[in-house]
């Protein structure tokens, strides 16, 4: 038996690299091991002790792992302005630009999502587009909307704060009381909640958001 930070061997059972793990769980006095291919690894007759040294091994090459980062630059704005000024500049409605041609639709994603970023911060206003309008400031406008689940089609409706809140995490189900909660702006950060006995998360921390956003689903 070897267990380290590169690797997790326990014969007859399994020899692998953190890396080729998602996550780990017990159930009934048994550890269940998850790969990347998503078979499921059974491995009984463990001590408490080498149990512990398990999952706290594998929540350390969790914290380690490097996360991708993102990033929201903004690349001029073809055929209207130049990059982010133009965007500022942008935020007061026009008339006379309602015939602008369309912003591309790589800059709307990145605002899209940067509105989705900061849906749950209680001092963004939230910029109304004018109808039959194509300036800046409506497609910009319109942009922001669709990041935060908006229908533009509605604006005139009151917006409640429940509408306003972005989901931080997606959950699925992988099996019984397994559930999968990812990131929705980093698909590669997931975790494994498991609401069995004992209740856990492949994070390592007890209480953690990722449970609760399962226990809240």
Known sequence: MKINDKALNIPPYISTTWDNITSLFTQNDILIVILKNKVKIKIPNLESDILELIFKTHAKTLETTPKKSI?????????IGGGLESITSGMQHNPE?????????????????????????ASMEIPKPVDNCNCVHCQISKAMQHGMGINIENL?????????????????????????????????????????????????????EHLKAVLNS
């Open 97 to 121: 630009q309602k015939n602008a041609p369309n912003i591309p639709e790589d800059i709307k994603n990145k605002i899209a999502n940067i509105a989705k970023l900061f849906a749950d911060e």
């Open 156 to 208: 005139d409706e009151e917006v409640s704060d429940e509408d306003l809140k972005f989901r931080l995490w997606d959950i699925e189900e992988e099996g019984t009381k397994l559930f999968k909660v990812i990131n929705p702006l980093d698909q590669n950060e997931h975790y494994n909640v498991y609401l069995g006995d004992p209740l856990g998360c492949t994070c390592g921390k007890k209480n953690c």
């Open 71 to 79: 990033s929201f630059g903004f690349p001029a704005l073809g055929g």
